[in-house]
């Protein structure tokens, strides 16, 4: 009977190197980013306590206002395109054709290959100067005169991000979906269409539904992915031209550490968690219910 | 107390998902499929998006393979490559410290693995099996925890590894990578060890064996495929980890593959973009490696959740 109780303390005693982690990954850096928030740290600091004076601050800065409609500009835009993207995707390969695994394996690359090296190739691919995407329109006649993807000050700059964004994640939607249609079992499918139905009817009322847990998980993972992305801003316009494409997490970057105020950094990434919780919340409960 | 053999199950008693039961039809084609549907409807599509998600990968490897004079010549198409040259890929050993980035990449990702895996499978079995208060919503907090950017809390992570003395220390990325590694594997694990029946592990326990061995000699072998899966994003998301790395290592001879390559080999407005693609595949040559080995596993380990919700 020893080994009972001892099997009790080392039941409670399992979880707690993960516990201490995670309580530590999420309390320790959550906290202290707060109290960040509301002082007037620099780098290597504690600093004193200001009060909201960082937040008042923000509330007056153009490029925060910039950084926060582009960050929801890039999360609503990547995770519909990625969403409807992967849905076809997934529909395309749900049926058996020769060289199917092949096919699957290469669509999913890009989502495992380093965010940073594949952006590094955008860049190239989308460079005015001998880029290869240029180089296409250019032959083409389509554009004479090239387009200058990262560096105007239209919508071409953001475009290019979603793109990349794009090109690098949709693999994952792609891939959850799939395991969905595949989960679904071809006796359903062919029940409803021999009753009649057609194949938009089909998709609408049968394959959707049963694909809700795949697509709000992948939106749950895009969410995070593309709230917080970092590399491919920093990479491919490090939030230019004039902040243009400055994002969130970038610009905390850049306030807190180039810049060395760590106070007004943190509040600025602290100040959208609330949003992103909500998001999250809505998405996961969908999800549970 | 000697303890019998645990049963060793002769098939995997672990459901596999995502198969399909074969269909009576001819290979694939459902019930109104002709030949022309299925060219609009699967290799049109198949190929475009081929062409898309590959058209990278083929601009990387002709850039790595250009001389300098083919690179800098704008008269000819950069689609394709004249004379190819293996010069970029030397240049990035003999000129640079490719070496020694690819080197402390490795040994960051192996050991966060490893720290990373010890920690989840033992909290992933006990959220999974044990009747305890709170279980549950310990599970649901990991998954959330697990979705908090790193991106938006790493300043406080700065000042940690400042208080530590620890920049420019592989050390520095060994203990941050885990505070996202671990409730990502944790959560990933729950799933798995849910899926094995609980009855098997209850005989063991009544023929007298301790929940330690439970978990090492019934529970661990069958949730190998999880564990392994576990594994390689582990592996994945460290070796391709940009920000922390980027903050914490200034040295050239301290730098991961990812900061090594968009900081070193591009000076001012000089971008060397012969070196820059060789490193970029080069350096991406180990995950992909392991992914082309064990796609199934990369798959199966994503999608556990997404199945179930």
Redesign the interface.
């Known amino acids: 009977m020893l080994?009972r109780r001892?099997?009790f303390y080392?039941?409670?005693a399992?979880?707690a190197?993960?516990?201490l982690?995670?309580t530590?990954?999420?309390a320790?850096?959550?906290?202290?980013?707060l109290w960040?928030s509301l002082s007037n740290a620099q780098?290597?600091q504690?600093g004193n306590f200001v009060g909201l004076a960082n937040y008042a601050y923000l509330l007056h800065q153009p490029t925060y206002h910039q950084a926060l409609v582009n960050t929801l500009i890039y999360t609503v835009a990547t995770i519909t395109i990625k969403a409807i993207l992967g849905m076809?995707?997934a529909?395309?390969?749900a049926?058996?054709?020769p060289g199917r695994?092949l096919?699957?394996?290469?669509?999913?690359?890009?989502f495992?290959?380093?965010?940073?090296?594949?952006t590094?190739?955008?860049y190239?691919?989308l460079s005015n100067v001998?880029?290869?995407l240029n180089?296409?329109l250019m032959?083409s006649k389509l554009v004479p005169d090239g387009v200058n993807w990262l560096g105007s000050s239209g919508p071409l700059p953001m475009a290019s991000l979603i793109t990349v964004n794009v090109?690098h994640e949709t693999?994952?939607f792609a891939?959850?979906l799939?395991?969905?249609l595949?989960?679904i079992?071809?006796?359903m499918?062919?029940s409803a269409?021999?009753d009649g139905a057609t194949s938009t009817q089909l998709f609408l009322h049968v394959v959707l539904p049963l694909l809700?847990?795949?697509l709000?998980?992948?939106a749950?993972?895009a969410?995070?992915g593309s709230?917080?992305?970092?590399?491919i801003v920093?990479?491919l316009t490090n939030g230019g031209p004039a902040n243009h494409t400055q994002t969130?997490?970038h610009l905390?970057?850049m306030v807190?550490?180039r810049d060395g105020d760590?106070g007004v950094?943190?509040a600025v990434?602290?100040s959208?968690?609330p949003v992103?919780f909500l998001m999250?919340a809505y998405l996961l409960r969908t999800?549970r219910r | 107390m000697a303890i019998q053999d645990p049963p060793r199950p002769s098939s995997p008693l672990v459901p596999r998902r995502g198969t399909r039961e074969p269909s009576p039809r001819p290979r694939g084609h459902e019930i109104g499929d002709t030949t022309f549907g299925r060219w609009m409807r699967i290799y049109v599509p198949v190929l475009l998006m081929l062409l898309v998600a590959l058209f990278p990968f083929y601009w990387m490897l002709i850039t790595s393979f250009k001389s300098p004079s083919e690179l800098l010549d704008f008269s000819q198409s950069p689609l394709f490559v004249i004379k190819p040259t293996l010069e970029h890929y030397r240049h990035l050993f003999t000129q640079t410290n490719f070496a020694r980035w690819t080197l402390n990449t490795a040994v960051v990702a192996v050991a966060s693995t490893l720290i990373s895996l010890l920690c989840s499978i033992l909290a992933g079995y006990s959220l999974a099996r044990l009747r305890y208060p709170g279980a549950s919503a310990i599970g649901w907090g990991v998954f959330v925890t697990y979705l908090v950017p790193p991106t938006l809390l790493f300043l406080p992570l700065v000042l940690l590894i400042r208080e530590l003395h620890l920049f420019n220390n592989l050390w520095s990325l060994i203990l941050t990578y885990p505070t996202f590694l671990i409730p990502f594997s944790t959560w990933l694990l729950i799933g798995y060890f849910k899926s094995i029946p609980r009855e098997l592990e209850e005989s063991a326990l009544m023929d007298g064996a301790t929940r330690v061995q439970a978990l090492l000699r019934i529970i661990a072998p069958l949730a190998f495929p999880g564990i392994l899966s576990a594994a390689m994003f582990a592996f994945t998301l460290s070796w391709n980890e940009f920000l922390y790395s980027l903050i914490f290592m200034n040295d050239t001879i301290a730098k991961t593959i990812p900061v090594g390559v968009t900081s070193e080999l591009i000076r001012g407005d000089d971008f060397f973009w012969g070196e820059l693609m060789a490193a970029s595949l080069l350096g991406s040559l180990p995950v992909a490696l392991l992914y082309s080995f064990f796609v199934d596993r990369f798959v199966a380990g994503m999608t556990a959740g997404a199945v179930k919700g």
């Open positions: 080994s001892q099997g080392v039941q409670a399992l979880p190197p993960a516990l982690i995670v530590g990954a999420i320790y850096p959550l906290g202290l980013e960040f780098v290597g504690f076809a995707v529909l395309a390969i049926r058996h054709f695994r096919v699957y394996a290469f669509l999913f690359l890009p495992v290959f380093p965010m940073t090296m594949g590094m190739a955008w190239y691919l001998h880029g290869a180089y296409i032959q090109w693999g994952l891939v959850l799939l395991a969905g595949r989960s079992g071809s006796e499918i062919d269409r021999l809700r847990p795949a709000v998980l992948g749950a993972l969410l995070m709230f917080g992305d970092f590399a920093h990479v969130i997490p905390a970057f807190a550490l760590v950094g943190g990434a602290i959208l968690l992103y999250l999800v």
